[in-house]
């Protein structure tokens, strides 16, 4: 055996007895700054230095949220963990903070270095530094844990051979304690982002994964047939899949096969934060339809595999992208009751210390409506505390039932409008009895009502109408009373938000229903903003850091509309009105007007019988600023009443007498595929024959974006 060469980082020691001495792998300079940030600046600080630098590495190895995929597992306090590919230490705080010991196997020195500092309190981890080879026969056998997140896939690279991964984990499972398990989070090769367009992770090709890695390579991923033929292989007598939402990387949300996810849960898709990728179809619809087909397991973008006995948990949920202070964990597990029988219960947990105020709060909240809703038709899910080894966490019933949203959504597919309005005005009226009470949950949205149809109506609308509606999660609830007209729109309005097809029921009509002024709007806009900020602390959400990341999502339909022929989108038309209104006939296509992709430029022929004319400036939903317009060299007064309609709005009106410059132009926004703009000629001084050029700058949106800014 090697001498071992021993350094000690705080109380982190790194033992180099097997190291080569030199770094086969290394993300250079990259590197060097992760280092210098582990040494040089607190976990407390990660978050701030990620917003600022707006790079993937920063993100992906200091995010606090990679921390997840293992928090949430049960370990005891003297637990004996081996983690194998720890590299910065995205993971061993979290594991050093659940066990007792936690050895960490890394070939990287560099990489060994940044774990050390930045978990330098730590004094129950040890970094072995080397290959795994050449240290795994060192290792005991007597580790109740031994984990690879993001690790097995490299099985080939490690071991060679003809089955390296067998291999790979025949040699694991020798260091297993009696009763242990080994963890392995990995990419699912069939994960559903890879068909709709995001590149394989390791290679940064698209659909190398779906097509068998036919071009080759190290990395191997696995669908979840494949890994279990591997773990049968190896002589594993139990496993469990678990299945990280949107993936193992950065989870929010972890199923199983005993709880799995429901229509409309699965919409946190644009999670491509390395590098750009296509958008082929809409994800959540895609999952939507896997779901109720019962195949969300094979097409899991991510797996997390646990050889050995499962675990009681079977739900969780990460908040802990918040401000410190409201970050905690939800999770449904199974619990043994006094009977023997066994049963679902729903826990919340404070993830950070300053959390647990927030999570005691929800038994004074539970009070509160419950006092407000006594004689009302919405039940509270009760809540009571229970103190755990020095935290607190709140537990709750767990309500069996059909969520209000899933019902809603079953209306609009149906095309049944009548029955969603139905049932938002039996949810406006139940939510808002005894409305003058000091109590109310800000955030009382569609998917936190559970139903429980009235027995005898077969599960039909009068079912759910006349059914038990139970209140789950009210973590914000406020002492005071809320207009009930602001509560219903915010839900409405985030519901719609969701998911494009269910605007089929129109925020106009949503707005009619609540009574909402444009100053109530105005008012809710400003409250809603202010709420975000105090659940964030201001914080970047993971989608706002995506963009900022600067990683383009790709529309392949863009691209065939941006190419396809003049006669479809591309054109415009004009239509003449000589006193008898606008027909077809009197209609013609400017055919070259377009100047590029986003400028239409037109110089055209008018005769002075015209006293209408109508440009149809394309065939989609879009944006559109008149920049510039002049009728026989005049320019045209465009802020003069009866001169400018439009079957959109205008969002900007010119300022003064004419456009003079671009400030003075205005922007009007279609939410149509049938956008016009009209223009009145009797306003202006005609003669027999007439000159009107205009330049017109036009973007394209998408038809919800153009709906909710008009």
């Known amino acids: 055996m090697a001498e071992k060469r021993i350094e000690e980082i705080g109380k982190v020691k790194l033992d180099y007895s097997r190291y080569p001495g030199e770094d086969f792998y290394s993300e250079g300079a990259m590197e060097d700054e992760l280092l210098d940030i582990a040494k040089s600046r607190t976990a407390a600080e990660y978050e701030r230095i990620i917003e600022e630098r707006r790079v993937w590495p920063i993100l992906y190895h200091l995010s606090p949220l990679r921390e997840n995929i293992v928090d949430w597992i049960p370990m005891d306090k003297d637990a004996k963990v081996l983690e194998v590919g ?211 397991p094979v097409f899991s973008n991510s797996y997390l595999a ?79 505390l229970a103190e755990t080894e020095g935290t607190v966490e709140a537990r709750f019933e767990y309500v069996e039932g059909v969520p209000l949203l899933e019902v809603m959504d079953g209306c609009l597919e149906r095309g049944d409008t009548e029955a969603f309005r139905r049932l938002f005005r039996q949810f406006a009226e139940r939510v808002g009895y005894n409305s003058d009470y000091p109590a109310s949950d800000f955030d009382l949205v569609f998917g936190n009502v559970l139903i429980r149809p009235r027995p005898g109506k077969d599960g039909g609308l009068e079912g759910f109408l006349e059914g038990e509606w139970t209140l789950i999660d009210y973590e914000w609830t406020f002492g005071k009373p809320m207009d009930t007209r602001r509560l219903a729109f915010r839900a409405a309005y985030w519901y719609l938000l969701e998911d494009e097809r269910r605007n089929k029921i129109g925020l106009d009509w949503i707005l009619r229903e609540c009574a909402m002024t444009e100053k109530d709007v105005k008012e809710f806009w400003e409250e809603e903003g202010e709420f975000q900020r105090f659940v964030t602390g201001n914080r970047c959400s993971m989608a706002e850091m995506r963009e900022k990341i600067g990683c383009a999502i790709m529309n392949p339909q863009d691209w065939l509309d941006r190419y396809q022929d003049s006669e479809d989108v591309n054109r415009v038309q004009i239509y003449e009105d000589r006193g008898q209104g606008y027909s077809e006939e009197d209609s013609y296509f400017v055919r070259d007007a377009y100047q590029g992709d986003w400028l239409i430029e037109l110089e055209l022929q008018v005769s002075g019988e015209v006293e209408m004319l109508r440009i149809d400036p394309g065939m989609y939903p879009c944006m559109v600023k008149i920049a510039e317009m002049t009728f026989n060299g005049e320019a045209v007064p465009l802020h003069k009443r009866k001169l400018l309609y439009a079957n959109g709005r205008i969002v900007k009106p010119p300022r003064g007498k004419g456009a003079k410059d671009e400030r003075d132009c205005p922007s009007i926004v279609f939410p149509t595929e049938d956008p016009n703009i009209n223009i009145g000629l009797k306003e202006l001084k005609r003669r027999e024959e007439n000159l009107l050029r205009a330049r017109i700058e036009i973007v394209r949106m998408p038809l919800a974006m153009a709906r909710d800014l008009t």
């Not at 699912?188 to 071009?215: M, P, Q, V, W």
């Open 86 to 296: 720890s590299g910065c230490g995205a993971i061993t705080g979290a594991l050093s903070r659940k066990a007792g010991t936690v050895t960490c196997l890394e070939l990287s020195r560099k990489r060994s270095l940044i774990n050390a500092y930045r978990h330098r309190e730590c004094g129950n981890v040890t970094i072995r530094v080397g290959n795994f080879r050449d240290i795994e026969p060192e290792l005991p056998a007597d580790f109740d844990y031994i984990c690879l997140i993001g690790v097995f896939e490299y099985g080939q690279a490690y071991m060679g051979g003809d089955r390296p991964f067998e291999d790979y984990l025949k040699r694991l499972m020798a260091h297993l304690a009696p009763g242990g398990r080994i963890v392995i989070a990995i990419e699912n090769r069939y994960g559903l982002k890879y068909f709709a367009g995001c590149r394989e992770d390791h290679l940064g090709t698209y659909f190398s994964g779906i097509e068998n890695y036919a071009s080759g390579g190290d990395v191997r991923t696995f669908g979840r047939g494949g890994l279990e033929s591997i773990f049968g292989r190896c002589g594993a007598g139990e496993w469990h899949f678990y299945y990280p939402y949107p993936d193992y990387k950065f989870m929010t949300s972890l199923y199983s096969d005993e709880y799995l996810p429901k229509k409309g849960e699965l919409f946190n898709n644009k999670r491509n934060f390395d590098r750009s990728r296509m958008q082929l179809f809409n994800e959540k619809n895609a999952f939507d339809g896997l779901v109720e087909e019962g195949l969300f």
């Open 306 to 384: 646990v050889i050995g006995e499962g675990f009681d948990t079977k739900f969780v949920k990460y908040s802990n992208d918040r401000a410190p202070e409201y970050a905690i964990r939800t999770e449904i597990s199974e619990s043994r009751e006094a009977s023997g029988d066994r049963g679902l219960t729903v826990r919340k947990s404070p993830m950070t210390r300053a959390a647990a105020a927030h999570v005691r709060g929800m038994e004074a909240a539970y009070e509160s409506l419950t006092e407000r809703y006594r004689g009302g038709r919405l039940s509270v899910n009760a809540c009571e």
